[in-house]
């Protein structure tokens, strides 16, 4: 009889031990006491404004793709934290200045985990937003200047209920239908700026009666056609008529439209009367004598501007901090500008003179995947022709409508991969 209670007690404490064991294990591990391998590496932490001059952009460079994230909240007073999880600093990490409201700013690794931390400018009061960018496995933390009175991160005092970040994780995967849709709709690439090169006092090349401004615009409006009817994609126009926009201006333009791609077309000039043929370029420092004087011709028309003191910054060196701040849609671009070239290369049955990269003034200010496309060589006599029919001009706007329908097809594709 004692033997037999014993073990009905012997089994009832183990039915009440082992669960408030595993209980307590549990505990622990979410409590960080169990340390977790690293699987993601941050190379480096970079600060940028924003081109329309309303906060800055700190960008998490990684080559990996981090699984899960935390949303910014607030850790005391002017100071935010933003944990990357199961993410560790690489070995060729070197902390750079911060920049902006971030006075200053730590990177601590605790148990497989990467810790970042903003001391925040108490003058400049930001909200806070965390995202992935959709063209890398970078993320992103936007630091948008607020306006007086506005809920910010800074000011939430700490407490993670009176802050207007939210506090979730963010695994890349679908936690719920709402944060999925909202995934797909922040990155889907629903607006393409259209940028028609020159206009107005600004002619652009000149050649056998014909003036380059008149080309690209009608060229601009095939294009555009195409994209809000077959792809049911907005589509803005830095200029719609023919009138004179300042450089700068037009990369502003698609900023402030929230544009996902920012396409400038153009048509080329040689002295070399047979010279033909399509190329298109992305931002980069040049690589060849006339990838040079293609960026030279297309930057001189800065004459026609009143103020051309703006593009006295835009120099060499500021053009490799450009590349490194914005490594990821210059990869896009280039992928961008490929797809265009092979389409005139196969569909429009163009001579083509490649991909290349420049410096080119107008693609400086749009912070997103950008190409500037040379169209044709106005100075040779049949080409002129062809870019003066109402058939060329419809057939080189198809070639770009079909590179920007399979750049779409991958972008989108890449965003919902892990979904």
């Known amino acids: 009889m004692y033997c037999s209670l014993s073990a009905v007690c012997d089994r009832g404490l183990r039915g009440l031990v082992v669960p408030l064991l595993f209980g307590i294990l549990g505990v622990l591990v979410l409590a960080g006491q169990q340390p977790v391998q690293a699987?993601?590496?941050?190379?480096?932490?970079?600060?940028?404004?924003?081109?329309?001059?309303?906060?800055?952009v700190v960008r998490v460079r990684t080559p990996d793709t981090i699984r899960a994230y935390g949303m910014p909240r607030s850790v005391g007073e002017h100071q935010i934290e933003w944990v990357l999880y199961n993410t560790a600093l690489a070995d060729s990490y070197q902390k750079s200045a911060p920049k902006g409201p971030v006075q200053e700013y730590t990177a601590t690794a605790q148990r497989g985990h990467l810790i970042l931390r903003f001391r925040l400018d108490p003058d400049r009061p930001v909200t806070a937003q965390a995202y992935r960018d959709g063209a890398s496995n970078d993320l992103l933390l936007n630091l948008a200047y607020s306006e007086a009175g506005q809920r910010t991160v800074a000011d939430a005092g700490g407490s993670s209920q009176s802050s207007n970040v939210i506090q979730q994780v963010s695994t890349g995967e679908t936690n719920s239908d709402g944060a999925s849709r909202a995934a797909r709709e922040r990155w889907k690439l629903d607006t393409v700026v259209i940028?028609?090169?020159?206009g107005g006092k600004d002619p652009g090349a000149v050649a056998n009666g014909l003036h380059e401004k008149?080309?690209?615009?009608?060229?601009?409006?095939?294009?555009?056609?195409?994209?809000?009817?077959?792809?049911?994609?907005?589509?803005?126009?830095?200029?719609k008529d023919d009138r004179f926009i300042p450089l700068e201006e037009r990369g502003h333009m698609a900023n402030k439209a929230g544009a996902k791609l920012f396409i400038s077309l153009h048509v080329n000039a040689a002295r070399a009367h047979a010279a033909d043929g399509t190329e298109t370029y992305f931002l980069g420092p040049s690589k060849s004598e006339a990838a040079e004087k293609v960026m030279e011709r297309e930057n001189s028309v800065i004459k026609y501007e009143e103020n051309t003191e703006k593009y006295e910054d835009y120099d060499e060196?500021?053009?490799?901090?450009?590349?490194?701040?914005?490594?990821?849609y210059m990869r896009q671009s280039e992928k961008l500008a490929s797809l265009v070239q092979t389409q005139f290369e196969d569909r429009?049955?163009?001579?083509?003179?490649?991909?290349?990269?420049?410096?080119?003034?107008?693609?400086?200010?749009?912070?997103?995947?950008?190409?500037?496309?040379?169209l044709g060589f106005l100075t040779n006599p049949q080409e002129a022709r062809f870019l003066n029919s109402d058939r060329g001009q419809t057939l080189l706007a198809s070639g770009v409508f079909r590179a920007v329908r399979d750049y779409k097809q991958v972008?989108?594709?890449g965003i919902y991969r892990s979904e």
């Open 317 to 328: 060196q500021a053009l490799v901090r450009q590349t490194l701040t914005q490594s990821a």
């Open 214 to 239: 008149d080309i690209v615009l009608g060229v601009a409006h095939k294009l555009g056609d195409y994209i809000e009817n077959r792809l049911d994609v907005d589509v803005v126009y830095t200029r």
């Open 348 to 374: 429009v049955q163009r001579d083509n003179r490649g991909v290349h990269q420049a410096g080119f003034y107008v693609l400086w200010s749009a912070s997103m995947p950008s190409v500037l496309v040379e």
């Open 195 to 198: 940028d028609p090169g020159h």
């Open 411 to 413: 972008y989108e594709k």
């Open 39 to 56: 699987t993601a590496f941050v190379e480096d932490v970079m600060f940028t404004a924003r081109s329309d001059g309303e906060g800055y």
